[in-house]
């Protein structure tokens, strides 16, 4: 079955960049999209079709993908920001939704 | 506005049985894919189940099938999931989610807790 693996955790200063990757098999042939989950909460979207973002979430949330290997980007990073993060895609060959293991992101 | 109200959870022994609902409103419930997906405590999102918005299409984990049943009540805006045989490892927050095309989550419910426990 088709595997999505993500760093356990990421942590970066307030006001630097942060990038979260999402590897898989020729992820790149695939959508992937992102969500955000903060403690007790349920997840929200925050990229959807590799870099699309939708209404209400910043600017500075961007994602990309190709090759192996999908990413999502966040720039001038808020303590708001720090939560878990999930990639997501499709599998069309098991016709599974299929999740990253999730990354922490920790805000130092 | 799009809302998802997730109910039905609760503490239920190994072997039993569980329905779980959730109340959609603000969207056209009858035009959208809908799934589940739930998350041990402490762990990641697992993907539990799909039914298309016509209820004639319905997808599985490997890990429920055979033992979940997902339905869907067009007329009332309900979305179902009938968890039989329920194991331990069932134990988690489970979510529903509306689905937008292709195949992501745009909106989901607060979630509802299910444990399996003797």
């Known amino acids: 079955s088709y595997v999505l693996t993500q760093p356990p955790s990421v942590s970066v200063a307030p006001g630097k960049t942060a990038r979260i990757t999402c590897g898989g098999n020729n992820i790149g042939s695939k959508s992937a999209h992102w969500y955000q989950q903060k403690p007790g909460q349920a997840p929200v979207l925050v990229i959807y079709?590799?870099?699309d973002r939708p209404s209400g979430i910043p600017e500075r949330f961007s994602g990309s993908n190709s090759g192996n290997t999908a990413t999502l980007t966040i720039s001038r990073v808020e303590a708001g920001d720090e939560a878990d993060y999930f990639c997501?895609?499709?599998?069309?060959?098991?016709?599974?939704?299929?999740f990253g293991g999730g990354t922490k992101l920790t805000v130092l | 506005q799009v809302l998802l109200v997730d109910s039905g959870g609760g503490v239920v022994q190994p072997g039993g049985s569980l329905r779980l609902s959730c109340a959609a409103s603000?969207?056209?419930?009858?035009?959208?894919?809908m799934h589940w997906v739930r998350q041990a405590p402490g762990k990641g999102l697992e993907w539990v189940a799909f039914i298309r918005y016509d209820g004639n299409k319905k997808l599985y984990a490997d890990s429920v099938k055979g033992r979940f049943t997902i339905s869907r009540d067009n007329s009332n805006n309900m979305l179902y999931v009938q968890m039989d045989s329920l194991r331990v490892e069932d134990t988690a927050v489970y979510y529903c989610a509306k689905e937008v095309g292709p195949t992501y989550f745009d909106f989901w419910g607060q979630g509802t807790l299910v444990t399996v426990s003797s």
């Open positions: 603000g969207f056209t419930f009858s035009t959208y894919g």
């Open positions: 997501q895609v499709w599998d069309t060959y098991s016709d599974h939704v299929i």
């Open positions: 079709s590799d870099s």
